[in-house]
């Protein structure tokens, strides 16, 4: 009765090792630091508007909600800073063009410098040429969009629900359902390889679980850190950093994934082969 679970053990520790091998030689760990400072930078304007547009909709109420949801990611000196922001920015809406315009810029860099990232690591950069980066961000854009809008439907349902059996282990599994629905657009659109939603799922599922683990560990880590209190907004911006980096490191580790376990099918490998 073992043997088939020493096998799958076995089958698991060759696809570890493997992942493990992909990252090191596509030089994943510094493709997601370039990920996550891009996607810093971007998070400036997207605060800025954030910010006027929570000032004219919701003031001093929209604060108190933010320093709540920005808990697990933000120090408190951080959140307190935001929610000041939101209460004094009434005089600034002139600014939302602009702040509309370079969030734009700074998404599709973010999303320019993933597709990049994947493209190195499926080996598949002859197709990704400027023009293919800008639609497959659009589409990439849209579909985050469109999976966005309907987790949110449901995270709104789902308290209504009466009765739910180990509410604890259902958000759990809630969130990693809806992180691996936002994330499949990513996988699917940006290898430039001939992919089935199947093939990409797996990378999805992992990058879901890894951004699980990352919401709740700096949650402990904010909670129960001094860090904060010594460093003040500093403090914050270096756990902001550091959970981007993290976050991009575990999106390409679900690529590299996909890349080991289309090892055995695989349609972008013989690609590889052919240019080699």
């Known amino acids: 009765m073992s043997f088939p679970y020493a096998r799958s053990a076995e089958r698991a520790t060759r696809i570890v090792r493997g992942v493990v091998r992909e990252a ?3 030089n994943v760990a510094f493709m997601a630091g370039s990920i996550a400072y891009s996607a810093f930078v971007s998070l400036l304007p997207l605060v800025l508007l954030l910010v006027i547009a929570a000032s004219v909709v919701g003031g001093e109420s929209l604060a108190g909600r933010v320093r709540s949801a920005t808990g697990s990611y ?3 000196t951080g959140q307190s800073l935001l929610a000041d922001s939101i209460s004094q920015a009434g ?4 600014l939302s063009v602009l702040g509309i315009v370079v969030l734009l810029w700074g998404v599709f860099r973010v999303l320019r410098a993933l597709d990049t990232a994947f493209s190195a690591i499926y080996d598949t950069q002859r197709r990704n040429d400027l023009p293919n980066q800008f639609k497959d961000g659009a589409v990439v854009l849209v579909a985050l969009g469109a999976a966005f809008l309907a987790v949110l439907a449901a995270a709104t349902i789902l308290p209504f629900v009466p ?5 604890g282990l259902v958000r759990s599994a809630s969130l990693i359902l809806a992180l691996s629905v936002v994330f499949l657009p990513v996988f699917y659109v ?8 199947r093939m990409a799922l797996p990378g999805a599922v992992v ?3 890894g951004w699980a683990l990352l919401n709740a560990g700096f949650g402990v880590y904010v909670a129960y850190s001094s860090t904060q209190d ?3 907004v500093i403090g914050g911006v270096i756990l902001l950093i550091t959970f981007l980096y993290f976050g991009a490191l575990v999106i390409l580790i679900g690529a590299a994934t996909n890349v080991v376990l289309m090892g055995r099918r695989a349609p972008a490998s013989a690609e590889t082969a052919k240019v080699q």
């Open 190 to 197: 940006f290898p430039d390889a001939d992919l089935s939603l």
């Open 163 to 167: 009765n739910i059996p180990f509410p």
């Open 91 to 94: 005089s600034q809406t002139g």
């Open 74 to 76: 933000l120090s408190p």
């Open 24 to 26: 090191r030689t596509k």
């Open 207 to 209: 990058a879901a679980i």
């Open 230 to 232: 010594l460093y003040g």
